[in-house]
């Protein structure tokens, strides 16, 4: 493994490589790889580090354990010792099984509306946490805080991944976070510059329009990426947006006018500038995967994150040396800075793995984030009457085949089991039944929030209109909201006035544990449940 004493005296086709990073699936075999078109072979993978010498990787997929073996692994391969990210906003458990998963950021919002200095504490909490689990993990570099301010309700990539919907409570938390994270040494990012929050497109599927002229950007969007840089965030991320106002033909990840102009030079920040994924939906009619990693360096960014393919991407800067559109200098430049930043997590000491994940402390910290900023309707009388009569337990996700951890030992499916009601599990990705006429006495509970690749925020027409005729059945129970404020705001004036409501931001068991035991005013959870959450 090559010293990182002067990365800049590197041959030219290293340093370039040294601006890549690619993604790689978490798990250790070939056979386990679950998005093939993005993740490559062993093969592939070990030539790229070893040989091309790419500066960084980053990981999806695996157990919080099986990273810690992916993580050795690939720094054993690495001509140079790699910066290793995950796209962890929600503590390292939202990636990878075994860590601690917090609910969203905009969770600790809910709680700054009534008491900021208890929200700033929890996002240090949690900043610390994530940075602790990610450390012992081999993960030195945090593809988070995101510093959008999502001020609008129908964003369908950003929504509750933002802290809040105004930039005094994103820049308040999302630096706490930092803080939290800066004790053990890890790599920061702020993202997405210069402001993902008020969209109405999913980047990951098409080009979103940021249409505010520069007084509102100066307002709303980047105050908490100045807070950031103040702060000494190591990174920033762009966003595949067009800025009109900064800049009519490109967007921010391929604009010297964003890039260099407004972060590098007017903001002042000196440190990483990294793109978002190049093979996003967002940037494949701008250019072509060839063109795309050198337009962004172009532009100002010193790592390329996930260009179609690494080795073309090194031909094409290469080439654009040559023909003087690109600089030796500019190179060098960033290199250096990649230096600097991977000379400062080499120097961390990673915690021991399995002392450092799922703590105590780190439960305790997502439990009382999970109870703080639950929301319940005014009329909930508790406990919930049990009627003497068959009960169903109706629980709605975005999608069967990509649930996450809702099993038959999630909370929200095991608890009502034990209360003797009934399951239908139905998907809105689906094909959705009309209700039954008459319906049983139901619980419905709603998993859904705004995702990457989904295009929508909330719940589909078709199961609206499949909820209303619950609703004017007046069958329904009671209803649960998990992980989106939104869907809550369209289901109140929705909702007959007699029926009780209660929300929380978590998707986890603990969250459904949570309100669950609220609802039913359950004293300790059924005996196959955890009981440390209430």
Request: glycine share 6%; net charge negative.
């Amino acid at each position: 493994m090559s010293s990182l004493s002067d990365p800049t005296q590197l041959p030219l086709e290293e340093q370039i490589a040294q601006m890549i990073v690619v993604r790689a699936s978490g798990y250790l075999f070939d056979r386990q790889i679950r998005f093939p078109q993005w993740e490559p072979d062993r093969q592939t993978l070990r030539y790229w580090l070893e040989t091309l010498n790419v500066g960084g990787v980053i990981l999806l997929g695996g157990s919080a354990v099986e990273i810690a073996q992916r993580s050795a692994q690939l720094q054993s391969w690495a001509k140079t010792p790699l910066l290793i990210a995950a796209d962890i906003e929600e503590g390292v458990g939202q990636r990878f099984a075994g860590a601690t998963w917090f609910p969203p950021p905009m969770a600790l919002g809910e709680i700054a509306k009534t008491n900021l200095s208890l929200a700033r504490q929890y996002a240090r909490n949690m900043g610390a946490v994530t940075a602790q689990e990610a450390l012992a993990m081999g993960i030195n570099w945090l593809l988070a805080p995101v510093a959008d301010v999502n001020n609008n309700p129908d964003n369908p990539v950003i929504n509750v991944r933002a802290f809040a919907e105004t930039p005094e409570i994103v820049s308040e938390l999302s630096g706490a976070f930092m803080e939290g994270a800066k004790e053990y040494g890890v790599l920061t990012t702020a993202k997405h510059f210069p402001g993902h929050g008020d969209t109405a497109t999913d980047s990951h599927l098409a080009l979103p329009i940021l249409k505010v002229d520069s007084d509102r950007l100066q307002e709303i969007e980047l105050p908490p990426f100045q807070s950031a840089i103040a702060q000494g965030v190591d990174g920033v991320m762009s966003a595949h947006l067009l800025v009109p106002s900064w800049d009519a033909k490109l967007p921010a990840t391929l604009s010297s006018k964003i890039l260099t102009e407004q972060l590098r030079h007017t903001l002042g920040f000196d440190g990483l500038i990294v793109t978002d994924a190049l093979i996003m939906g967002a940037l494949s009619q701008i250019a072509s995967p060839e063109e795309l990693p050198v337009l962004a360096i172009e532009a100002g960014a010193d790592i390329v994150l996930m260009p179609e393919n690494p080795e073309g991407a090194i031909a094409s800067i290469m080439v654009a040396i040559k023909n003087g559109r690109l600089s030796q200098e500019r190179i060098a430049a960033s290199v250096e800075r990649i230096g600097k930043a991977k000379a400062k997590v080499t120097t961390a000491s990673p915690p021991n793995l399995l002392t450092a994940l799922a703590t105590v402390h780190a439960q305790q910290s997502k439990a009382d984030i999970l109870t703080a900023s639950l929301q319940m309707s005014g009329n909930l009388l508790l406990p919930l009457p049990k009627p003497d009569q068959p009960l169903k337990n109706l629980i709605i996700v975005d999608d069967l085949l990509n649930c996450g951890e809702l099993d038959r030992n999630h909370s929200a499916i095991a608890i009502p089991q034990q209360l003797g009601y009934e399951l239908q599990l139905l998907g809105q990705a689906q094909v959705f039944p009309n209700p039954p006429s008459p319906s049983p006495l139901t619980l419905v509970q709603l998993f859904t929030r705004g995702n990457p690749f989904r295009g929508e925020s909330g719940l589909s027409e078709t199961v609206k209109r499949f909820l209303q005729s619950l609703f004017q059945q007046d069958c329904v129970q009671a209803v649960i909201v998990y992980g989106s404020p939104y869907v809550l705001n369209w289901l109140k004036p929705n909702l007959p006035e007699t029926v009780p409501w209660i929300f929380s931001y978590g998707q986890m068991g603990e969250a459904s544990a949570i309100a669950l035991g609220q609802l039913f005013e359950l004293s300790q959870l059924p005996s196959s449940q955890d009981k440390s959450f209430l």
